[in-house]
């Protein structure tokens, strides 16, 4: 790359202001915490938006449901590299069991992709909540047993 | 939904910890900034990680960049959503503008999101730093864009 682009592409990233603590291009283990953190709060977003529409007593919107599922499939999958090793130290909840028993952890953040992408799928033809709620429940299961053993409360 | 069911989605969102905060399925102002915040934490690691690759003397990851480039086009499109109306008040550096100006601003944020895609798009096919550093700084402009007229710092 000339001289001139490679300038340009600095400048861009030392302006773009809230880019800047992460355009050094390492991997310090407070940016990754912070961006696990992140991930987990867009999954939590469209994952709780997904439980409303099934608790609600409305019509179900299955077009916002897919989309909902579609999400949270898509942000499960950025979840783990958020997860290097040393980041157990930190403002974090992250159990230091994560790194000790790395392929256990790996399975079952594996298992929400999985699970995850599944309710994605079932979500584009579904028309009622029968259609998506053991899916989504199966999903969640998989949070819940993840944080269970690995995340501090 | 039957009633078994309908106990056992609840179930599930009141166990899933993390969760738990946005099960209620409202849009409190404070959720939404939290997950805009979120949004572009996530933003911020994967284009911090392309401006580091376009920045590194190594060979070109062109596998590594695609990624990036198709996380982040994935995600811009996510953070609109939380720019709800009355969330300029809270721990956020959002200025009360993005709402008097919704038109210009959601005009700035489409901007993003077409960017970032075409980011993606050029980045697929991508053997060098020439191929993407263009479409790369055209994006981040349109952060920077943004974040100088709708970013309290």
Redesign the interface.
């Known amino acids: 790359?000339?001289k001139l682009?490679?300038v340009?592409?600095?400048g861009?990233?030392s302006?773009?202001?809230?880019?800047a603590?992460?355009?050094?291009?390492d991997s310090s283990t407070e940016?990754a915490i912070?961006?696990r953190?992140?991930?987990?709060?867009?999954?939590?977003?469209n994952?709780?938006?997904m439980?409303?529409?099934?608790?609600?007593k409305a019509l179900f919107d299955a077009e916002e449901f897919a989309k909902r599922a579609a999400?949270t499939a898509?942000?499960t999958q950025?979840a783990r590299e958020g997860f290097v090793p040393g980041s157990d130290k930190g403002e974090t909840d992250a159990k230091p069991q994560i790194w000790t028993e790395w392929d256990d952890f790996k399975e079952k953040m594996t298992a929400l992709q999985e699970n995850a992408a599944k309710l994605a799928e079932v979500a584009k033809t579904a028309t009622?909540?029968?259609n998506v709620?053991?899916q989504?429940?199966k999903t969640?299961?998989t949070?819940?047993g993840c944080?269970k053993k690995y995340?501090k409360?």
Chains 1, 2 share one sequence.
């Open positions: 790359m000339n682009l490679r340009s592409v600095a861009i990233l302006c773009c202001i809230s880019m603590v992460h355009a050094r291009g940016d912070e961006y953190q992140a991930v987990m709060e867009v999954i939590a977003w994952f709780g938006r439980g409303a529409i099934l608790k609600s999400h898509f942000i950025l009622a909540r029968e709620a053991p989504f429940k969640g299961k949070c819940k944080h995340k409360k």
